[in-house]
């Protein structure tokens, strides 16, 4: 446990399955779900996000570089799921990622996994 005066930040691995296919297909509404993150946690991008979708399953990914870290997402259409991985180099206050994935991807399953980094220990 870090003592009084250290440093750290936190990260989000987040597993969401059950989702729906045309949702982790769509482009277009990854990129607004990007979107809708950096504004309700106040991100701060250093750039434009740089996208991939990949031919036959049309899987996507996306990276966001950021001043506190990095925002990356891939998707699995053909099993219905997706990874979501948020860092930040500072402590904040998440969101409840259950209903805003539910909300973007249609998922059922959530698996989070919220990791505290630290840079100081005392």
């Not at 996000?49 to 870290?69: A, D, I, K």
């Not at 998707?75 to 969101?95: D, Q, V, W, Y």
């Amino acid at each position: 446990m870090p003592g009084v005066g250290s440093q750290g930040g936190v990260e989000w691995v987040i597993d969401a399955h059950g989702c729906v296919r045309e949702r982790l297909q769509d482009l277009v509404r990854l990129q607004e779900m990007f979107q809708a993150l950096v504004q309700e946690l106040g991100l701060k991008p250093v750039g434009e996000p740089v996208w991939h979708q990949f031919p036959g399953t049309c899987g996507v990914t996306g990276l966001l570089l950021l001043q506190e870290s990095h925002l990356a997402l891939h998707t699995f259409p053909e099993h219905h799921s997706a990874c979501l991985n948020l860092f930040c180099c500072r402590e904040r206050k998440g969101i409840d990622w259950k209903p805003f994935l539910t909300g973007w991807l249609g998922a059922t399953e959530i698996h989070l996994q919220e990791c505290r980094r630290h840079y100081v220990c005392d």
